[in-house]
């Protein structure tokens, strides 16, 4: 554990700020995976939506190409 931290404050200047950063990185993930669910769910809903409408549009071409309407 002592080698992992030398090598750590070794690469960013003598310091064990690496330590640190480490913790921050893994902070930074957890943020990120927040914002990703959140995004994922809202793509879901909006896309949801748009795959309604292009059915709808769909259907209405067809019926129209076929002079049902």
Sequence with gaps: M???KRGLSK???GT???IERKS???QTIIERKTAL???MRLGRHL???RKEQSFYIE???YLKTKGLI
Excluded: N, P, Y
Aim: net charge positive.
């Design 47 to 49: 896309f949801q939506g």
């Design 37 to 39: 669910t959140l995004l």
């Design 59 to 61: 259907k209405t071409c």
């Design 24 to 26: 921050d990185r893994s």
């Design 11 to 13: 690469k960013l200047g």
């Design 16 to 18: 064990l700020a690496g």
């Design 2 to 4: 002592t080698e992992i």
